[in-house]
């Protein structure tokens, strides 16, 4: 990892799970004191902030920390590139347009340190957007086929039901013919399935985007942490329950991985490289 990259996860470095980085605070501390006491304390200040994120960028604990991070990423990182990369770019701009959105709700979020807990939430349905875009572009490449051979696929039912009826028709041929017309009813079966599964996957992209509008109203609007609480509550309950339905759905989409357990990268709402949560007291200010 490249020394600015170090240098900025010292400087939002959270030790102990702690909800704001204890960095700000030694920073606001030395502002006031500069600013009501002596200007004396912003110079001494920045000296110690230099001296800490030096010392602890470099610390080898914290190093480690940072490149263990990286290499858990590395797959998150892969899949969110590749389930992006097919995309349309209709699609894709949705994808920006909505993480750009999601961004800003972080970003409300993160400057209350309890509210910085339902963060997790935010990236679960960015990443569920992300994968049900996918899921609903390839059942619009099986409709595509559909609406292309429908009546095709329905004259060709009709003229085997026409040679069915012959009584001195072939045995061999017959059956032939039979399982023929029973292929075309398990596909037109799959094309009435798909369309249904189209317009479920539409309702629930519209609805994370109504449930983002939602969220980011609330955070504006609203000072009382339990009141987005029980909105964020209700947005993870809809969460796992569309996570549930679109995990079902593996029979139409086949080997398209849409229900694995990898996380949306941390960079993608957060920025940057985002630093370990949890560090032990020895690399702590």
Do not use: K
């Not at 039901?161 to 013919?177: A, F, I």
């Not at 139409?252 to 985002?274: K, N």
């Amino acid at each position: 990892m490249s020394l600015a990259r170090r240098l900025w996860a010292a400087f939002v470095a959270r030790p102990l799970g702690m909800p704001v980085p204890p960095n700000l605070f030694g920073l606001a501390a030395f502002g006031l004191l500069g600013a009501f006491v002596s200007p004396g304390f912003w110079l001494l200040g920045a000296g110690l902030e230099v001296a800490y994120l030096a010392g602890l960028a470099n610390n080898r604990r914290f190093r480690a920390a940072l490149d263990a991070q990286a290499r858990s990423d590395e797959p998150a990182e892969r899949r969110y590139r590749s389930l992006l990369a097919a995309l349309s770019p209709q699609r894709r701009a949705r994808q920006d347009a909505l993480e750009q959105r999601a961004r800003g709700i972080v970003a409300l979020l993160q400057a209350d340190p309890i509210m910085q807990a339902h963060v997790d939430s935010i990236e679960q349905l960015v990443w569920l957007h992300l994968r049900m875009l996918n899921a609903g572009q390839a059942i619009a490449q099986v409709l595509d086929t559909a609406g292309a051979e429908s009546e095709q696929l329905q004259q060709h039912e009709d003229h085997i039901e026409q040679r069915l009826q012959r009584t001195d028709l072939d045995p061999e041929l017959r059956r032939s013919l039979e399982q023929q017309q029973q292929v075309i009813d398990a596909r037109q079966v799959a094309h009435a399935q798909a369309r249904l599964r189209h317009e479920r996957i539409h309702a629930e992209l519209a609805r994370i985007d109504q449930q983002l509008a939602l969220i980011r109203e609330q955070a504006l609007l609203s000072g009382d942490e339990r009141s987005i609480g029980v909105s964020l509550n209700a947005l993870t309950a809809a969460f796992n329950e569309a996570d549930r339905w679109l995990a079902g759905q593996r029979d139409l989409l086949g080997a398209l991985d849409l229900h694995g357990a990898t996380p949306l990268p941390s960079r993608i709402l957060r920025g940057g490289d985002s630093p370990p949560q949890r560090m032990s007291q020895g690399v702590s200010r």
